[in-house]
Nanobody, 124 residues
Framework: EVQLVESGGGLVQAGGSLRLSCAAS????????ISWFRQAPGKEREGVSC????????YYADSVKGRFTISSDNAKNTVYLQMVSLKPEDTAVYYC?????????????????RGKGTQVTVSS
């Protein structure tokens, strides 16, 4: 089955940390890059980070650079998003998606597959 499943969201105080996980089916892991997006109520979708399926290159939104780190465990077909120094403005539903293999068009990219998302809430 082709799927993406996120986990790891929750409620955290400002300055805290969370690690999100995105478990992907093998087909997705072998043929796509994995990107994290987020969407807060009333706001547009924002590309948070992308990790290339080609060479592992990583890309970040300016708003999260230096605070978020994307990584992958190929043995587990899982991509992680480590988030530190969280801010209230990071509050959103975070979801992972399968995008073009080299993140070429990220963040303005289409998504062939996406997960249902996980809520991240950062209190002030």
């Amino acid at each position: 089955e082709v799927q993406l499943v996120e986990s790891g969201g929750g409620l955290v105080q400002a300055g805290g940390s969370l690690r999100l996980s995105c478990a992907a089916s093998e087909f997705i892991f072998d043929n796509y890059a994995i990107s994290w997006f987020r969407q807060a109520p009333g706001k547009e979708r924002e590309g948070v980070s992308c990790i290339s399926g080609s060479d592992g290159s990583t890309y970040y939104a300016d708003s999260v650079k230096g605070r978020f780190t994307i990584s992958s465990d190929n043995a587990k077909n899982t991509v992680y998003l480590q988030m530190v120094s969280l801010k209230p403005e990071d509050t959103a539903v975070y979801y992972c998606a399968a995008v073009d293999f080299k993140c070429t068009w990220w963040p303005n990219t289409g998504m062939d597959y996406r997960g249902k998302g996980t809520q991240v809430t950062v209190s002030s």
